[in-house]
């Protein structure tokens, strides 16, 4: 590293992502038990801005100055030290800076919302860019982008790429890791990147159990291997509809991994529910729209009550009815319409 006295500022936005093949139970440091796929979005985002100085006295306890959305936030300040303290071993340059972080996200915070994938990898590609900016490198790395995301929270390391994205050894994708996601580029249709991910807000509560927590309950979980070996199976199959334009195949095998999500959480110990009858009524609305309109609309779930409905571009309009006729369930009747996007953009 050049040890030139150095400052500067660097900013990033980063999306959200929803798995299509659902990442559930972790290992070792960080390390999934199964592939997952995932459309990145667009409208979904987190912006960091980092004002660093560079100073040549490693800290041993790396502290940070946080803002979210211009104010204090402790909680989001310790989870960040508390990251930068866990990488900073793997991450030397991190020890020697002094790091002022302001975030946003566009969504609102009170949404239910997860941010942990777009916050974590925007702050992932502003750290890769002040190391870029000392080594006078040319580039960010990318792929390391998305391994130090997934340190910070596994579904970030799908972030850092779009319009779809890989983590997980699979047999299926060429170079696929557990260390860090990959662009998915397989020979997919067209269609799949003009998908709507409408997020139907039916809870705006923090959730009761954090998705870490959930992680660990796999552990113990009687039906944890099968869950990991169906999901090695559907990444196949999913490519596989989505290389021959199956819609048909590709929202079944979508909607059989939310289900699946949330049935192991209801078979975990102590078991646990995060639907709600709102989101039943959801899905029974979505499947008999679906069987009487034959329109390719299709849901998933992230681990919460929240819909996300999932339909291609070409039938937005006529999509537009079974939206208004979910529009009850969802709290202040809140829905954030977004949309297959491309990944992070540098600002
Ligand atoms: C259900 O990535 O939030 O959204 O690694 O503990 O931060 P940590 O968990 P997180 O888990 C996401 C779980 C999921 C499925 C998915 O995004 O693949």
Redesign the pocket.
């Known amino acids: 590293m050049n040890s030139t006295p150095r400052k500067g500022n660097v900013a990033w936005q980063s999306p959200s992502n929803i798995?299509l093949v659902?990442?559930?139970g972790?290992h070792g440091r960080?390390l999934p038990s199964n592939p997952?796929i995932?459309f990145t979005l667009s409208k979904a985002v987190t912006k960091t801005r980092i004002n660093y100085a560079f100073d040549a006295v490693r800290r041993d306890d790396i502290k940070v100055d946080f803002r979210f959305h211009g104010s204090e936030n402790i909680a989001f300040k310790t989870k960040i030290e508390k990251f930068l303290n866990s990488v900073k071993e793997e991450f030397d340059f991190l020890s020697f800076l002094n790091l002022e972080i302001s975030s946003e996200n566009s969504f609102p915070h009170s949404s239910g919302i997860?941010s942990?994938?777009s916050s974590m990898s925007a702050l992932a590609l502003c750290l890769l860019d002040i190391e870029k900016e000392l080594n006078n490198a040319e580039q960010i790395d990318f792929v390391k982008a998305s391994h130090l995301s997934r340190l910070g929270?596994?579904?970030?390391s799908r972030s850092v790429f779009g319009p779809l994205a890989v983590w997980g050894k699979s047999k299926s994708v060429a170079d696929s890791s557990n260390e860090f996601a990959i662009p998915f580029t397989g020979a997919y249709k067209p269609i799949f990147e003009t998908f709507h991910d409408d997020i139907l807000i039916v809870s705006k509560a923090e959730k009761s159990v954090s998705?870490?927590a959930g992680?660990a309950l796999m552990i113990d979980n009687p039906y944890a291997q099968s869950r990991f070996n169906q999901a090695g199976g559907h990444l196949t199959e999913i490519i596989t509809a989505m290389e021959t334009g199956d819609l048909e195949k590709f929202g079944n095998i979508v909607e059989k991994e939310a289900l699946t999500?949330h049935a192991l959480m209801m078979a975990s110990d102590p078991p646990y529910i995060l639907m709600t009858p709102a989101t039943l009524s959801i899905i029974n609305k979505i499947w008999s729209f679906r069987r009487n309109e034959n329109i390719p609309v299709y849901f998933t779930l992230?681990?919460g009550p929240n819909i996300h409905l999932l339909y291609p571009e070409a039938y937005a309009e006529k999509v537009q009815s079974l939206i208004e006729s979910v529009k009850e369930y969802c709290e202040d009747g809140m829905i954030i319409s977004d949309k297959v996007g491309q990944g992070p953009i540098r600002l």
């Open positions: 798995a659902k990442y559930w972790k960080q997952s995932s997860a942990s994938a929270s596994g579904s970030a998705s870490t992680h999500l992230d681990a």
